[in-house]
């Protein structure tokens, strides 16, 4: 029998809800686990409101957050303190909750509203040049989360309009582009989740004002690539339901020391369904690395293959061709940065870490790992060579957990130092 005071403890340990590697290890004579390596961590911001997905830190310091709907009042927003974030550019241009969906016979569809924002998943800013300011690109999913009677979640289709990229000048906060997509390259069961780019005049298959990179992970099963010609707004789709794009079969991570299995109300418990996540692209802009959320194997592609053509009829089986695996990571892999030393960064969530592949050794490597890293779904490089990290705690939330909301307040927006004077990449945009 454990003696009194022992088994007092071991009762308020177990009621104690913070993540703890090791309980006391000053008794112990082994080696113990603290959970931490890499560069000091920086807590810059508290999530007491929304609980976030992207972000993206401007060159003068401000941190842009987006927010999936969902029940949330607004979902593109900005920081304003270390507590609070506010709507951005405004309320007005965040649909109100009762404008989100509609139906159609009975079928759920998104809204196809192309000049509100209904469900911003990630977000990107590219540096000023001559014939650009600095821009926020907003990826709108056009899906929002709607929850029926009993308050079970689904997603409804995207219809057209609804899913877009919307270009936001830094200098004045106002939108300047807005690009929607046709049903033959976003499909009803598509969704958006990354976006990438590249300025560089000569870039083949496009008309030389640049071009977006992507990503549809879609659920539903047709995940790929979707390019989008800057200059002329014209998209197509490349690695539609390649190998390299699909999600894990029958994948069961682990999170804080726990197999995860999804469960969602209203439906049989399953496994992670996301697809293609992660994506970027090297500092030349000739290679993009990439990965699925549900596997722990990173790839990549030449960049000419995603932007060669439907009038190349070759055009698909060549890009199928090219994509090259760079083996295991130790893991799967939510979001993905990369710096000015071509490191290919990869959130962690199994392990409240995040990794770099390194191209020059083709291995992958710890870069920071530590406790508080509770699912790092969102990062973003600064000017100051900062790494900043949104924390959401996502495997918590209701919708995968059959309804009950175990997040604990505040979420948070991490940053530490990269490695060997990294800094944000901005050789793809002059």
């Known amino acids: 029998m454990l003696p009194f005071y022992s088994a007092l403890l071991l009762l308020l340990l177990g009621s104690v809800t913070a993540q703890v590697t090791f309980q006391n290890s000053s008794t112990t004579r082994l080696r113990v686990d603290n959970g931490t390596y890499g560069p000091d961590i920086e807590e810059v911001h508290y ?6 997905i992207g972000i993206a830190v401007a060159s003068d310091g401000r941190i842009f957050t987006s927010y999936t709907r969902g029940t949330y009042r607004y979902t593109l927003g900005t920081v304003v303190n270390k507590t609070a974030e506010r709507p951005y550019p405004s309320l007005d241009l965040n649909l109100p909750l009762d404008q989100l969906n509609t139906s159609y016979n009975g079928i759920p569809f998104g809204s196809a509203n192309s000049s509100g924002f209904i469900s911003v998943q990630a977000l990107y800013i590219t540096t000023q040049t001559s ?6 690109w907003v990826l709108d999913t ?16 995207a219809q057209p309009g609804g899913p877009k990229l919307v270009a936001i000048s830094l200098s004045n906060n106002t939108i300047y582009q807005t690009y929607t997509f046709p049903s033959d390259v976003h499909y009803p069961d598509s969704y958006l989740n990354d976006l990438r780019f590249d300025f560089h005049s000569n870039l083949s298959g496009t008309s030389g004002k640049g071009i977006a990179y992507l990503v549809d992970s879609s659920n539903e099963g047709r995940p790929g690539f979707i390019m989008v010609d800057l200059g002329t707004g014209e998209s197509w789709r490349r690695l539609t339901q390649d190998y390299s794009v699909l999600r894990g079969f ?11 299995y999804l469960r969602q109300s209203g439906m049989p418990i399953q496994w992670q ?13 000739e290679r993009m690395y990439y990965s699925p959320l549900s596997t722990n194997y990173l790839y990549s592609v030449p960049t000419q293959n995603l932007r060669a053509r439907d009038s190349n009829r070759l055009a ?7 994509v090259s695996s760079h083996g295991q990571r130790g893991g799967n892999a939510n979001g993905f940065e990369g710096d ?6 990869q959130l962690m969530p199994e392990h409240n870490a995040v990794y770099y592949f390194d191209p020059n050794d083709g291995l992958t490597h710890g870069f920071v790992r530590d406790p508080r890293i509770i699912w790092p779904d969102g990062a973003s490089i600064g000017a100051d060579g900062y790494i900043y990290l949104n924390i959401n705690q996502l495997f918590f939330q209701p919708d995968w957990n059959f309804g009950v909301d175990t997040r604990e307040h505040p979420g948070a927006i991490l940053r530490c130092k990269l490695p060997n004077g990294g800094s944000k990449i901005t050789s793809l945009y002059n």
């Open 316 to 322: 698909e089986v060549q890009a199928h061709a090219n």
């Open 142 to 157: 056009g899906r929002p989360t709607v929850y029926n009677g009993q308050g079970d979640p689904s997603m409804p289709y």
């Open 273 to 285: 369904v996301e697809g293609l996540d992660g994506i970027q692209l090297s500092p030349d802009g």
């Open 340 to 345: 000015s030393n071509g490191l290919i960064y």
């Open 47 to 52: 999530y007491y409101d929304q609980w976030p």
């Open 131 to 136: 014939s650009r300011p600095e821009t926020l």
């Open 250 to 260: 029958n994948d069961v991570p682990s999170y804080q020391g726990q197999p995860f």
